[in-house]
């Protein structure tokens, strides 16, 4: 079993920047997926970073092309936390953001449905 508990939505200005944080607990000690997704209202899930774990200080990172050169994942090995660092904002990024986990993934890390464990979500809004 994996918890997952994000942190660091809120409100902010288009242009802004906001740092989500996702803390992951239970076995994790093999190799991993972990993602960041997005939701809107009346809109799917949709991917936006996500980071290959292989358990190892390198892990190979996947954006979607909207967040291109905006954000950033990244992971802190010691403490099982997962960051999104967002920079640029635009109020389309308006939504709720989930952190997600995956034993395996067997097509795309982007795909919602590879993920087994999701965190309850943290809320952002950007205003113009």
């Known amino acids: 079993q994996v918890q997952l508990v994000e942190s660091g939505g809120g409100s902010v200005q288009a242009g802004g920047s906001l740092r989500l944080s996702c803390a992951a607990s239970?076995?994790?000690?093999?190799?991993?997926?972990m993602g960041w997704f997005r939701q809107a209202p009346g809109k799917e899930r949709e991917g936006v970073a996500a980071?290959?774990?292989?358990?190892?200080?390198?892990?190979?990172?996947y954006y979607a092309d909207s967040v291109k050169g905006r954000f950033t994942i990244s992971r802190d090995r010691v403490s099982n936390t997962l960051f999104l660092q967002m920079n640029s904002v635009k109020p389309e990024d308006t939504a709720m953001y989930y952190c997600?986990?995956?034993?395996?993934?067997?097509?795309?890390?982007?795909?919602?449905?590879?993920?087994?464990?999701w965190g309850q979500g943290t809320q952002v809004t950007v205003s113009s």
């Open positions: 997600a986990f995956s034993w395996g993934v067997a097509a795309s890390l982007m795909d919602p449905n590879e993920y087994n464990y």
């Open positions: 239970g076995s994790t000690s093999r190799r991993y997926y």
């Open positions: 980071i290959d774990g292989r358990g190892t200080s390198t892990y190979s990172t």
